[in-house]
């Protein structure tokens, strides 16, 4: 595709589901990231992934969320166990992955998730 | 560990004023920089970035940004505002040793007014 999907758009879920977040990525971007972004608030980094390195989890709120990328390219960030604090717009990115000059994040539309 | 400020959660500015949304970063290492703008109801999109090069750095819509590495500031720029221009603005920040994460600041909301 020509730019960054997530999927599904909206998400609404009962408190104690797990849910599951698509992304796909630009064709031939080696590098994918997550972030939150609460209403009113900032882009909160979550994790990274690039090409076959281990990916950086540094940003995981906690050990009930966690993501993973297939063959390098699609990824899906699960949350086990949601919480009412867990909603928010999840935003997946990604880009060349090579030399920094060519870091330009590209965004996908988000996700939307309401935990009731 | 990095981090980004941007102090202001909104800017006033009249159209064809000039406006500045100013930011301010720190890392352990040299500095990526990078502006993201988010219209309503639509994606974040990039404005800019400073790698490494002319402190002043010119992007998308007319923006440009200089970095000041003495005040550890990237502040954005646009010599005359355009009502279009009122978004969300967001500063973000890459360590040169710190692989590919990246933080992005809390954002600016900007109003410009007719």
């Known amino acids: 595709g020509a730019g960054v999907s997530q999927s599904p758009s909206n998400k609404v879920t009962e408190k104690g589901k797990d849910v599951e977040l698509r992304c796909d990525p630009i064709s031939g971007h080696t590098a994918l990231y997550w972030y939150r972004q609460s209403l009113g608030q900032g882009l909160e980094f979550l994790i990274y992934?690039?090409?076959?390195?281990?990916?950086?989890k540094s940003g995981l709120p906690s050990d009930r969320f966690s993501a993973e990328r297939t063959g390098g390219s699609v990824s899906t960030l699960t949350i086990q166990r949601t919480q009412q604090e867990d909603s928010a717009v999840y935003l997946c990115?990604?880009?060349?992955?090579?030399?920094?000059?060519?870091?330009?994040?590209?965004f996908g539309p988000g996700t939307r998730l309401l935990v009731l | 560990a990095q981090s980004v400020a941007q102090p202001e959660d909104q800017v006033n500015v009249a159209e064809g004023n000039p406006l500045t949304v100013k930011c301010t970063y720190s890392v352990s290492g040299n500095p990526y920089l990078f502006w993201y703008v988010q219209y309503p109801n639509r994606g974040l999109q990039f404005l800019l970035k400073?790698?490494?090069?002319?402190?002043l750095v010119k992007g998308s819509y007319g923006f440009e940004a200089e970095f000041n590495k003495s005040q550890t500031s990237f502040h954005l720029k646009k010599p005359s505002a355009l009502v279009s221009d009122s978004a969300l603005y967001f500063c973000?920040?890459?360590?040169?040793?710190?692989?590919?994460?990246?933080?992005f600041g809390a954002g600016t909301r900007l109003f410009v007014k007719a």
């Open positions: 400073y790698i490494t090069g002319d402190n």
């Open positions: 992934f690039q090409g076959n390195s281990a990916p950086d």
């Open positions: 973000a920040v890459r360590d040169d040793g710190g692989g590919f994460k990246t933080i």
């Open positions: 990115a990604s880009s060349l992955g090579g030399a920094a000059i060519q870091e330009t994040q590209y």
